[in-house]
């Protein structure tokens, strides 16, 4: 059976400290993987990634996919009150997403 | 551009009525696709559906179907509601099976 996990399921850090949460995957026909920030209600899109090795950036935000691990990390560098969130992973297969259950992140001014 | 459209947003029904909800993608999305999300639980796949086709269906009974209309635009239908289908409905909208997935703003559904 496909699943994404993700690891922690919840985190809380202060103001200015680095975060990464982690994405792993085992899925039958992997297209791609997809990073998502959910605030209050729509889940936004962040990042997608296809290649391995390749890190996609977007300001204090980026991502790397390690296809061999079968996994992916999200980093946040200095981070703000606004980054608190859930940060949803998904991996795209067979037409279908497939989440994962999300890190909720707080970030303690 | 307009984004992916969901109405109502808001929604309270009582046990054992029907209820229909209703997305727009963006324009010239094809893939429409429809999640439960309940507090604490990530989002659970109801179904996609392309080019007025059902391609996928997650694990929910038959009170849960849907259909998609020539123009993409989707409807989600939930029979004989029950206390435990209060969720928000979220809809995602895609261009092609390979890219990302844009949400709606979702409906809040409450169940008494």
């Known amino acids: 059976e496909d699943k994404v996990v993700q690891s922690p399921l919840s985190l809380v850090v202060h103001e200015g400290d680095t975060v990464t949460l982690n994405c792993s995957y085992e899925?039958?026909?992997?297209?791609?993987l997809l990073w998502y920030k959910q605030e209050k209600k729509a889940p936004t899109f962040l990042f997608m990634l296809?290649?391995s090795g390749i890190e996609k950036k977007s300001g204090r935000l980026s991502s790397i996919l390690d296809k061999k691990e079968l996994s992916s990390i999200l980093n946040i560098t200095a981070t703000q009150t606004g980054d608190s969130a859930i940060y949803l992973c998904a991996v795209n297969s067979n037409y279908q997403l497939i989440w994962g259950a999300g890190t909720k992140l707080i970030i303690k001014p | 551009k307009a984004g992916v459209t969901q109405t109502p947003r808001y929604l309270i029904k009582t046990r054992g009525q029907q209820v229909t909800l209703s997305c727009s993608p963006i324009?010239?999305?094809?893939?429409v696709s429809w999640y439960q999300q309940t507090p604490g639980q990530g989002l659970q796949f109801l179904f996609e559906?392309?080019?007025?086709?059902?391609?996928n269906k997650g694990n929910f009974p038959g009170r849960f179907s849907g259909r998609q209309f020539s123009n993409s635009r989707s409807e989600m239908n939930v029979s004989t509601l029950e206390l435990g289908d209060s969720a928000l409905y979220l809809c995602?909208?895609?261009?092609?099976?390979?890219?990302?997935?844009?949400f709606g703003q979702g409906t809040r559904l409450t169940v008494v």
């Open positions: 559906y392309f080019s007025e086709t059902q391609r």
């Open positions: 324009s010239g999305h094809r893939s």
């Open positions: 296809t290649s």
């Open positions: 899925v039958t026909n992997f297209r791609s």
């Open positions: 995602a909208s895609r261009w092609g099976e390979n890219t990302e997935a844009f």
